[in-house]
């Protein structure tokens, strides 16, 4: 379709096509065509939803200089990552906490936004109380009602409470928040129309407060009918929500390290939670595969259809398959081979796990090094920091470097971590895996002590798209 047969087709059939591009293809396609065009995108639109996901730092480079400020009035949904396959979207893009940046110090202007998303934001040179303004200007845009705060900040408090009032936010979303009792008294008071309330803690410290303190609920807090714990490892912690939350009609609970029976729950929902009809229960466990463990006849008819991880080592019994038939939805994978002979075990593995994202060599042999010849048309993230059966880690040769990025998985790679031998190893892999996106490459010689710097001398011999990151000595990040 070409430009006169584009400007024959009424506005209605514009806008409708409009609909099926992302914001950065839309805009870089049409804008500037002539005034028509600009009018039906800067005025005749009334929304965009602009998710930076997958977006490559040449069009963000695009889309944030010259499109981003004219359309940010009509922004209603907004997506963030610093996630591996998304690197940099925050520290890096133009998203730094400067008073230049929009959408930090700006985010007063996206007057219509309804939906506002940080995912695997990292921040590890920053305290949260820096970010206090962007919270308190969060809490006071006029229409957001979806936040998902999902930040990682130097130390380990990842929010912080917000001094004004928001009259629209419903539904909110924190992650990794290590907080005491009093800070949701104080959130609820400041959201007083929160109706779902998902917050995950890592925390397993007691909390600030004896477990008989008691807690009356606020009326700010009557409105909220749906929480979702995730993660919690505090019990007076998780004891002082249910008593903050008596109107709670639905609640999911994941928990690590409470130790709870039936009658103390019961007990729990009978006193706090008088208006509870939805309750789902769930302990998180982290256990690798093992034949011996379905050898019990109460546990050998048992079938696990929807494994997302597993790790396991090879070989596998063919009890495995009728434990665990279906691979459709393993996301990640994490396999040890001890020996050559079991290798072809995991592309039949590979073949079952239509998609499957991460794949992890926790130990293997060394007469030839991982990925070897497996092929996947799923695989993003490779970790290739395994060890020998010596426990010595794997350590890449400019020789090994290159049969990898040849190889079928290492051609399709987003996501590498993997240890070198020598720092050119390092410029190999960049080079030549054109999917590359995030390097996590571990450098034993990488030392403080060493005449020239490892990060600059890298920061010389790649193209400035590439961003270097030294998360410790040995252990850098290179990302694009």
């Known amino acids: 379709m070409n430009k ?16 099926l591009f992302d914001v950065v293809n839309l805009l870089r396609a049409f804008s500037g065509l002539n005034t028509r065009f600009n009018s039906l995108l800067y005025t005749d639109v009334r929304s965009y939803r602009v998710d930076l996901r997958s977006i490559s730092k040449e069009d963000f480079n695009i889309l944030y200089p010259a499109y981003l400020p004219l359309i940010s009035n009509r922004i209603i949904y907004l997506r963030l990552s610093d996630d591996e396959d998304t690197p940099c979207h925050i520290e890096q893009r133009q998203f730094r906490f400067e008073p230049q940046s929009i959408y930090f110090s700006d985010l007063h202007e996206l007057h219509n936004l309804t939906n506002l998303k940080f995912v695997h934001c990292r921040l590890y040179h920053l305290h949260v109380e820096d970010f206090r303004d962007v919270i308190d200007q969060i809490w006071k845009l006029p229409k ?17 409470m917000p001094t ?54 606020a009326p700010q807090s009557l409105s909220v009918t749906r929480l979702i714990l995730l993660s919690i490892r505090s019990l007076p912690l ?70 997302e991880k597993l790790s396991l080592q090879l070989p596998i019994d063919q009890q495995f398959f009728s434990i665990i038939p279906k691979l459709e939805n393993l996301l990640s994978l994490t396999v040890a081979i001890p020996t050559e002979n079991h290798r072809l075990q995991l592309q039949a593995l590979l073949d079952r796990a239509p998609r499957l994202f991460a794949l992890a060599f926790k130990f293997c042999v060394t007469s030839a090094m991982p990925p070897y010849r497996y092929t996947s048309s799923s695989i ?101």
């Open 4 to 19: 006169t047969t584009l400007e024959s087709l009424s506005n209605e059939l514009l806008l409708d096509l409009f609909e």
């Open 380 to 480: 993003c993230r490779l970790d290739l920091q395994g060890y020998d059966p010596s426990r010595r880690r794997h350590r890449y040769d400019i020789r090994q470097c290159m049969e990898l990025s040849r190889s079928s998985i290492g051609i399709q790679c987003r996501i590498l971590a993997i240890e070198v031998e020598k720092p050119k190893c390092i410029l190999q892999l960049i080079y030549s895996m054109l999917n590359l996106r995030t390097l996590h490459v571990s450098y034993e010689n990488d030392k403080r002590s060493n005449q020239y710097d490892l990060v600059e001398v890298l920061q010389h011999y790649l193209p400035s798209t590439w961003s270097i990151t030294r998360f410790c000595y040995g252990h850098i990040i290179i990302q694009s």
């Open 164 to 217: 004004y009032l928001s009259t629209s936010l419903q539904y909110l979303t924190i992650r990794n928040y290590n907080c005491c009792s009093y800070d949701f008294s104080r959130l609820f008071e400041k959201t007083p129309r929160l109706r779902k309330f998902f917050i995950s803690s890592n925390s397993d410290e007691d909390d600030d407060l004896p477990f008989s303190h008691e807690f009356l609920p």
């Open 238 to 307: 998780m004891t002082s929500l249910f008593k903050l939350l008596p109107s709670i009609t639905r609640l999911k609970v994941e928990i690590y390290s409470i130790t709870l029976d039936g009658h103390q729950w019961k007990e729990m929902i009978v006193n706090y939670l008088p208006q509870l009809k939805d309750f789902q229960f769930k302990i998180d466990l982290g256990v690798g595969y093992e034949p011996w463990m379905f050898h019990d006849e109460a546990l050998s008819h048992i079938q696990l259809t929807n494994i």
């Open 144 to 160: 957001l009602s979806h936040l998902y705060w999902d930040f990682t900040f130097k130390y380990e408090r990842h929010f912080s």
